[in-house]
């Protein structure tokens, strides 16, 4: 079986590749769990001082598993969104280079980053009402920082999508490039040449700061909760299920 996350270390720079193309990267227990991982290991190595996420293939993730989702509880819930929190959690700087399309648990996937660099085929999709669930692992607080309250209701109550172009203009994306992955590394350039402990501590001071009082990840855990019984409601609901069906499908 080939393994669902790659890693490779290069130039102080961890690049992480979410590994399932003819899936387009759908995020499964055995891919969430290799994130966490990978990140993990990533934190662990000194030699490492940036990471960067990607897909495979021509999607970056084009979210959850729907037979896993459609089978989620609370605690399956939790088990998809962990990867992504993991990314969301590291403490190193991390950038999403959006190659492809970027689905649901996918775009939670990039918001999870600090910066996101979209390659001219990114395509950022919250894609939840559309299935006929509720916004998880903190989507609905994740797209307001990133976007503001105005294009973040767009995009979760309105159906709104962003190509490479809009991501740019709304700043949900750094900038677009061909190679997002090349743009990427040049930007990680910048915390690779630094010292580790300054790039760690400076991040930590920006979660402190975001919010004086309170830190950003713990905003995040809260959002995770306040999202994740309104989500699993909507998962049993019979609407869900006839969507899901269709979804498959196709």
């Known amino acids: 079986m080939t393994e669902l996350v790659l890693t490779s270390v290069h130039d102080h720079v961890a690049l992480?590749?979410?590994?399932?193309?003819?899936?387009?990267?759908?995020?499964?227990?055995?891919m969430s769990a290799g994130l966490r991982a990978a990140v993990s290991?990533?934190?662990?190595?000194?030699g490492v001082h940036a990471v960067i996420v990607t897909g495979a293939g021509k999607a970056f993730c084009?979210?959850?598993?729907?037979?896993?989702?459609?089978?989620a509880t609370e605690d399956?819930?939790?088990?998809?969104?962990?990867?992504?929190?993991?990314?969301?959690?590291?403490t190193l700087p991390t950038i999403a280079a959006v190659n492809g399309a970027a689905v649901g648990a996918g775009l939670n996937l990039a918001l999870a980053a600090d910066v996101r660099i979209a390659g001219p085929?990114?395509?950022?999709?919250?894609?939840?009402?559309?299935?006929?669930i509720h916004p998880g692992g903190g989507a609905t607080w994740m797209?307001?920082?990133?976007?503001?309250p105005q294009?973040?209701?767009?995009?979760?109550?309105?159906?709104?999508?962003?190509?490479?172009?809009?991501?740019?203009?709304?700043?949900?994306?750094?900038?677009?490039?061909?190679d997002p992955v090349a743009a990427a590394r040049a930007l990680a350039a910048g915390p690779a040449s630094a010292p580790r402990d300054v790039v760690v501590a400076t991040k930590a001071s920006m979660r402190a700061t975001a919010n004086p009082g309170t830190v950003d990840l713990e905003q995040h855990g809260l959002a995770v909760d306040v999202e994740i019984v309104p989500q699993a409601r909507s998962i049993e609901s019979p609407e869900f299920a006839a969507r899901l069906a269709a979804a498959q499908r196709r």
């Open 121 to 132: 085929h990114a395509l950022f999709d919250p894609r939840f009402q559309k299935l006929g």
């Open 16 to 30: 992480i590749t979410v590994n399932d193309p003819d899936r387009r990267n759908a995020v499964t227990a055995e």
């Open 76 to 90: 399956g819930l939790r088990v998809i969104y962990d990867g992504f929190l993991a990314v969301a959690q590291c």
């Open 143 to 148: 797209l307001q920082r990133a976007v503001g």
């Open 41 to 46: 290991a990533a934190e662990a190595d000194a």
């Open 62 to 71: 084009a979210g959850a598993d729907l037979t896993a989702l459609g089978a």
């Open 151 to 178: 294009v973040a209701r767009a995009a979760l109550l309105f159906g709104m999508r962003f190509d490479a172009e809009t991501a740019v203009r709304h700043g949900l994306a750094l900038e677009v490039a061909d």
